[in-house]
T-cell receptor
Framework: KQEVTQIPAALSVPEGENLVLNCSFTDSAIYNLQWFRQDPGKGLTSLLLIQSSQREQTSGRLNASLDKSSGRSTLYIAASQPGDSATYLCAVMMDSSYKLIFGSGTRLLVRP | DVKVTQSSRYLVKRTGEKVFLECVQDMDHENMFWYRQDPGLGLRLIYFSYDVKMKEKGDIPEGYSVSREKKERFSLILESASTNQTSMYLC????????????????FGSGTRLTVV
């Protein structure tokens, strides 16, 4: 059974720092991996999607990498800002079932 | 801008009531999903649908049912609401097909926070 783990559970950094959020999964037979952002009391906003055949995706200050063989993904945030404060969730889609399996999230606080 | 719209942001219902949560997407997606999110438990899949009138149970279907009469609309039904169904409910949709490199990503609604008293 696929399990998705995110470390750390919470992170507090000063504004301007570069940071890395980690996601690991136990079954490498994934279809894709998606990173989401969730603000308190809100829904999920998709940040980046990496297909199983890809190694990384970039959007602005965000870069996500995928190493399927080792069961790991990282989300790199450059030059963090207070507006980046949110919970970040990673999720994997298994084969073609289209169901997502989520990690428990990393709660990020960027201090001004 | 593509959207998944959930009809209510906040709902308060009484124990035993029948509750309908509505979700509409404007992206012509085949797949639609209902999740609930609880502190410490993360997101858990309740039901999903691959097409009109089709439904599949997720990980926690007990106490819920769904309806998909039209492609754009997916309803979650709490047959007899109970206090342990107090939660944040999230609807999502995704696309089928497109081959290698296609975007199978999910789009989520903004959520409905349901309180059952």
């Amino acid at each position: 059974k696929q399990e998705v783990t995110q470390i750390p559970a919470a992170l507090s950094v000063p504004e301007g720092e570069n940071l890395v959020l980690n996601c690991s999964f136990t079954d490498s037979a994934i279809y894709n991996l998606q990173w989401f952002r969730q603000d308190p009391g809100k829904g999920l906003t998709s940040l980046l999607l990496i297909q199983s055949s890809q190694r990384e995706q970039t959007s602005g200050r965000l870069n996500a990498s995928l190493d399927k063989s080792s069961g790991r993904s990282t989300l790199y945030i450059a030059a963090s800002q207070p507006g980046d404060s949110a919970t970040y969730l990673c999720a994997v889609m298994m084969d073609s079932s289209y169901k997502l399996i989520f990690g428990s999230g990393t709660r990020l606080l960027v201090r001004p | 801008d593509v959207k998944v719209t959930q009809s209510s942001r906040y709902l308060v219902k009484r124990t035993g009531e029948k509750v309908f949560l509505e979700c509409v997407q404007d992206m012509d997606h085949e797949n639609m999903f209902w999740y609930r999110q609880d502190p410490g438990l993360g997101l858990r899949l309740i039901y999903f649908s691959y097409d009109v009138k089709m439904k599949e149970k997720g990980d926690i279907p007990e106490g819920y049912s769904v309806s998909r009469e039209k492609k754009e609309r997916f309803s979650l039904i709490l047959e007899s609401a109970s206090t342990n169904q107090t939660s944040m409910y999230l609807c999502a949709s995704s696309f089928i097909g497109g081959g290698v490199g296609a975007n199978y990503g999910y789009t989520f609604g903004s959520g409905t926070r349901l309180t059952v008293v």
